[in-house]
């Protein structure tokens, strides 16, 4: 079966730009969350999901970023007036249900602020 | 040949070689451990995983070793492969709030050798 999607693979943009990063669970997996890599470093929890609700969000770096999940299966990041400092793999993972369970990642988003 | 983790991030052996990758983990609360490999590219696949009432768990061909009383976790890999060759990351599940929330190590990087 499908794995979790992520889109775009990579996104460019200029310093002060908004971007949206898209994620496609896993079909039926209950738990969702988000990781910011940065190079040669281990994936750095954002944000977790379980349906729609956010129950966790306490890895966002600041109120420029910000993850939804209206409905309970794709969610998409958004960052506001990028930075420099923005830039790395956002990675998505999806799991069937609760966080005490393995995780399936996408292969990312590779974000590069100009 | 052996890899002691965060101080020495690159593990190389020959094929056909048994490899062990070691990581210390930081909350004596943490009672999930999981073991990722990353290609290039890719994200973190799941290889095998062990709950904090087990000191032992095997799959095909890896081992997961847990010692709570040091906080260690060791990956063992039987008859290393060149497709072994990946960044290895160890991730215990914390809970600081309600939710469990993964933390990657920084990585060992096996490079295995024809």
């Known amino acids: 079966g499908a794995g979790v999607s992520q889109s775009p693979r990579y996104k460019v943009a200029k310093r002060g730009q908004d971007v949206a990063l898209r994620c496609d669970p896993i079909s039926g997996h209950v738990s969702l969350f988000w990781y910011q890599q940065a190079l040669g470093q281990g994936p750095e929890f954002l944000t977790y999901?379980?349906?729609?609700?956010?129950?966790?969000k306490s890895g966002l770096p600041s109120d420029r970023f910000f993850a939804e999940r209206p409905e309970g299966s794709v969610s998409t990041l958004k960052i506001q007036r990028t930075q420099q400092e923005d830039s790395a793999v956002y990675l998505c993972?999806?799991?069937?249900?609760?966080?005490?369970?393995?995780?399936?990642f996408g292969d990312g988003t590779r974000l590069s602020i100009l | 040949g052996e890899s002691v983790g965060l101080h020495l991030p690159t593990l190389s052996v020959q094929e056909g070689d048994n490899s062990i990758i070691n990581c210390a983990y930081s909350n004596s609360a943490s009672d999930y451990f999981i073991w990722y490999k990353q290609e290039s590219g890719k994200g973190p696949q799941f290889i095998i995983d062990i709950r904090s009432n087990m000191d032992k768990r095997q799959g095909q061909r890896v081992t997961v070793l847990l010692n709570k009383t040091v906080k260690h976790l060791s990956l063992q890999i039987a008859a290393t492969q060149p497709g072994d060759s990946a960044v290895y990351f160890c991730a215990e599940n914390r809970r600081p709030g309600g939710s469990y929330i993964p933390t990657f190590g920084r990585g060992t990087s096996l490079i295995v050798h024809p």
């Open positions: 993972a999806s799991s069937l249900e609760g966080s005490n369970q393995p995780q399936h």
């Open positions: 999901f379980q349906n729609e609700a956010q129950l966790d």
